[in-house]
């Protein structure tokens, strides 16, 4: 292969974050687990440990997980608006305890956050949906914006569709930009590229993976499901801002709806449990995703997915994923060199 077909995958984010490709694990809340994200990194990806609303011990353990598994470089994600405030306060203190040298932060943009963590020595990574976000995320501080497209799984901040939404913010910052929103192709890591983006950000592609933590009936719908199968919805909101919307696999809950519904106001749902994790209830209409060890009515709960679904096909190694989009984007650079 050509040096310069090796490298054509090299950008300003590899040597930032220390990985050999572009493609970030997303921080997925009980998805990205220690396993995940070890394997995305150890195969040259750059991983993100999903920890929103997590206990510190928890965070520990995580940590420590990654870290005897690999000495590559990772991130942990943790949502400064979506956490009660002394859970953040202790989970950051927590990561820089540990020496964590990384976070990925999400939703709004809390410039205090931001500006604690990179005094003391962290990058930052900030997903924003907006360019006016993205500009506040780089005026706080933040080192790599992740702009997030409104075809992306689980929470959704973006509006537009991925590629325009990173065109704008490429115009509107000079950190380096990742693309995020319904990606996990080759074609999708070439496009994000030649764009002038610095990689892509995956979450649906790593659910069905066999590292994630999430339970097989989801990983078995997000390989079953299209794109057109998902469905852009604020009816999952428990634990979240009123109006926070996600996409998910259409299921009983959202066709009972009748669509998508927006303006559900978590004050006025029912608390109704229909699944566990051991004894930790789940309810309907949390934002909880099915796991490894949840047991009840799995099919009723948010089936995180995007509407890159489709290009999903099967349950693979994580490491295999990765190459798989990396490889196809090689192949598409070269061919257009």
Known sequence: MAENTRNALHTPVCDLLGCEVPVLLAGMGGVSHWELVAAVAKAGGYGIL????????????EV??????????????????ATEPGLLDAQIGCCLDLGVTAFSFFWDVMPDVVARVKRAGCLVLHQVGTVDAARMAEDAGSDVIIAQG??????????????ELTEEVLNAVSAPVVASGGLGTGADLARALSMGAAGIHCGTAFIATAESFAHPYHKTRVVEATGADTVLTDVFVLNWPK????????????????GAYLGHDPDTLPR??????GDQPRLRFSTDSPLRTTTGDLEAMALYAGEGAGAIDAVIPAADRVAAIAEGARRILASTS
């Open 50 to 61: 999903g920890m929103v609303r997590e206990s510190p011990a928890l965070i520990a353990e």
């Open 64 to 81: 420590a997980g990654v870290r005897g598994a690999t000495d590559r470089p990772f991130a942990v994600n943790v949502i400064p608006s």
């Open 150 to 163: 409104v075809g992306a799984g689980g929470h959704v901040h973006g509006r537009q569709p991925v590629f």
């Open 243 to 258: 109006g926070a919307a996600v996409r998910v696999i259409d299921n009983s809950v959202t066709k009972a709806l009748g």
């Open 272 to 277: 109704e449990a229909i699944a566990w994790d």
